[in-house]
């Protein structure tokens, strides 16, 4: 297994705030949001304490748009993607700081609007009538093919 690596998330939890979706230069829609993941524990006491961990997810092209569209403030989603950390210069103090956070690649809405559905790469959505799947002839515009997407185009 020396060549081979994982780097894989999976997380359902509630949404902190409304999904922020913006555009980068060549137009490719881009969403982010905070993941609230909960986790029941009983202390040296005995006693059952809860703990909130606090997730940062990137959402890309129609994963973002359905994000935007469908996802609310304190609805339940399932995400699967991988982490991901990039650096930047902090223009005020010139220190160089980190983020990691989980990029998407899979987006299930439970719940909301009495209803679920899936918005996966690869498949059609449930409940939701919506299907963000790229036909397999589809072509790369011009604009997403003439470079890979980087830190850069991010607009936030």
Known sequence: MAGKSVNKVILIGNLGKDPEVKYTPSGTPVAKLTLATNERYKDKDGQ??????WHNVVLWQRLAEIAGEYLKKGGKVYIEGRLQTRSWE??????????TEVVANDLVLLGGRGEGGEASRGAAAGGNNFDQRVPE??????????????DEDIPF
Do not use: C
Request: charged share 25%; glycine share 4%; no cysteine.
């Open 48 to 53: 059952w304490q809860d703990r909130t961990e």
């Open 90 to 99: 902090d223009k005020q103090t010139n220190q160089k700081k980190y983020m």
């Open 137 to 150: 002839h589809e072509p790369v515009p011009a604009a997403a093919g003439a470079s890979p997407i980087s």
